[in-house]
Nanobody, 125 residues
Framework: QIQLVESGGGLVQPGGSLRLSCAAS????????MGWYRQAPGKQRELVAT???????NYGVSVKGRFTISRDNAKNTVSLQMNSLKAEDTAVYYC???????????????????WGQGALVTVSS
């Protein structure tokens, strides 16, 4: 069974920094892309950042230049370094992965998308 487990959320003051991490576990054949989305109270879930390769990253407009996504393919992890945090960055941050699981004979199953349980980030003084 596939799991995405986030860590690193919490309370931070405006202008501060926080780092989120997410680890994927299970019978994973490969991961095409990993990333982060967020959902603030009363708002729709929105893109924060995604990465398939180091040369292929995508950032939400509101976080570009402040947040940096990175992946460790050997460990099936993705991290999000968040700097210059603002009150409007307050949200539940969800890890996301597009991957293929391994079947009983070591071959890949069909691609699927999985989500983590979410990590709360609160930016407040």
């Amino acid at each position: 069974q596939i799991q995405l487990v986030e860590s690193g959320g919490g309370l931070v003051q405006p202008g501060g920094s926080l780092r989120l991490s997410c680890a994927a576990s299970g019978a994973i054949f490969d991961i095409n892309a990993m990333g982060w989305y967020r959902q603030a109270p009363g708002k729709q879930r929105e893109l924060v950042a995604t990465m398939s390769t180091p040369d292929n990253t995508n950032y939400g407009v509101s976080v570009k230049g402040r947040f940096t996504i990175s992946r460790d393919n050997a460990k099936n992890t993705v991290s999000l370094q968040m700097n210059s945090l603002k009150a409007e960055d307050t949200a539940v941050y969800y890890c996301n992965a597009h991957l293929r699981l391994m079947n009983e004979i070591g071959l890949p199953n069909l691609p699927l998308e999985v989500w983590g349980q979410g990590a709360l980030v609160t930016v407040s003084s």
